[in-house]
């Protein structure tokens, strides 16, 4: 018998978070959604800067299952009030006061850090009872996203942490330019599944409908192998990793053994009281001793959730894979840490 947690993920409402700079076509790519078939059934918190006094912060349509965040950014002044309206849409639709929702949608301002709004389905117990962070959906304007990478912090961290990085406008780019860009995204995210979508229109399922759990081929990312392989995760073969934005680097690092949990556990304590303030994300599965399927892993900044355990793997690779979403932190330090752990000894309880 497993002494994790099980797998909850059905029992709770899967929560969408769709990001990217201004412009980028969030308002279009989510009211596109909200046509196809099968998302009827969607509460949508949209994000965005007003002049509504705070009194009536919360404006609720219940024709469209709408509610509006105003006079501030979620990421921060209004963060708590995210946290405050998530609650009271549980309770309500458990009261019978709000028409039933089978998933929720939340679309941030241009501006905005996904990391703090991601960390509240990670240590907050009110909310992570009744709704789980499936997706953190990004997207990324073709023409101009090169230059927001450059000039723009927020636009960087946001592609970083995602999920799912959605480039748009690849009609009106140049395809050298979309092409270079696409090469950035990898590399900038390479734990991702990227797709394109002409004004919104993407299939729903390519965005929902999964567990949250899946992480992008170990094939398909480039600092994955790097991390493995080269002595020196934080080179500068064009191959291998990010030096792209801020300060932002992301590195995978994959295991092919099984490993005792208590091994894993005290590496990622050790992840967390040394870098905890420049850890943007941690996402991994692991492949543990005696669990016949992974633990499932996600951790922001010094927040960590406890780990999940599956009944099967999500794919067909069964080796540890781990991808770390780092600002301000040599990635070489962080996988020499593991590599050190998993070869010597464990001594420490």
Known sequence: MSLFDTDRSS????????????????TTLINRLLSQPGMERSLVIVNEFGSIALDHLFIESRDTDLVMLSSGCICCTVRGDLELTL???????????LPPFDRVLIETTGLAD??????????????????????????????????????QAEATAQVAI?????????????AEVAADLDIRLRRLAPGARRERALAGDIPPEFLFGGTGHRLAPVEDTAAAG????????????PEHGSRH?????????????PLPWDLLNFWFRGVRATWSDGLLRMKGLLAVEEEPGPLVVHGIHATFHPPVALAEWPDEDRRTRIVLILKGIDPAEVVASFHDAVNRPLTVP
């Not at 790097?226 to 073969?237: E, L, T, Y």
């Open 11 to 26: 029992e709770r409402t899967p929560v969408t978070l769709v990001t990217g700079f201004l412009g980028a076509g969030k």
């Open 87 to 97: 609650r009271d849409m549980a309770a309500r639709r458990q009261d019978g006061d």
């Open 114 to 151: 996904p990391a703090p709004i991601a960390a509240l389905f990670f240590s907050h117990p009110m909310v992570m009872h009744d709704f789980r962070l499936d997706r953190i959906v990004t997207l990324v304007d073709a023409v101009n996203g090169a230059r927001q990478l450059d000039d």
């Open 162 to 174: 995602a999920d799912i990085v959605v480039m748009t406008k690849t009609d009106i780019a140049p």
């Open 226 to 237: 790097h991390a493995s392989r080269c002595d020196d995760p934080a080179c500068d073969h």
């Open 245 to 257: 934005g801020s300060g932002i680097r992301a590195v995978t690092i994959v295991h092919d053994r």
